[in-house]
């Protein structure tokens, strides 16, 4: 049988399985070519897709915050704190009230209604023991 150096289109079509063996050249070639150009491209491909100014960052926040005029917060006596006064002694038997009758009683006798479940029973402050 004589060999033929060209592809006879002709015959090609009045024998048409032929055209399959070409079709494997064909597909390797076009997968060479999208192969090649992935590798030609591979710093877009790694790039993040989202754009980056679509992201919202705490720099871009921007929040409304009612605008205050400046103020001076009255000094501290330090030499005053210590001294007992109506005040303070006002401000702390509500303080007492709220928060540590619960244990230590009305007249902090160590009788508050939660002391009866204490197996440490709270201090009565009117005795020195
Ligand atoms: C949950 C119950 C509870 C509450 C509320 C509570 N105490 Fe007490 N307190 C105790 C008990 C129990 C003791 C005794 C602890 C011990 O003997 O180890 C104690 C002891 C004390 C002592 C003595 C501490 C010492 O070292 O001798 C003081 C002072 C005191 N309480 C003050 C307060 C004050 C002031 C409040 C409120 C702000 C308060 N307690 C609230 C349970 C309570």
Redo the contacts with the bound molecule.
């Keep these: 049988m004589q060999r033929k150096d060209e592809i006879d289109f002709l015959e090609l079509l009045k024998n048409p399985v032929r055209l399959f063996g070409l079709s494997y050249f064909y597909f390797l070639t076009v997968a060479g070519f999208i192969g090649a150009y992935y590798i030609w491209n591979m710093n877009d491909v790694s790039r993040n897709g989202i754009a980056p100014v679509l992201l919202r960052d705490s720099t871009q926040f921007v929040q409304d915050i009612p605008m205050q005029r400046g103020a001076m917060i009255a000094p501290v006596n330090v030499t005053e704190v210590g001294r007992s006064s109506k005040a303070l002694i006002d401000k702390g038997a509500n ?2 009230k709220a ?2 009758v ?3 009683g009305d007249n902090g006798m160590g009788d508050g209604l ?1 002391a009866a479940s ?1 197996t ?4 009565n402050f009117h005795s020195a023991q």
């Design positions: 303080l007492f928060n540590c619960s244990c230590h939660s204490m440490v029973k709270p201090r």
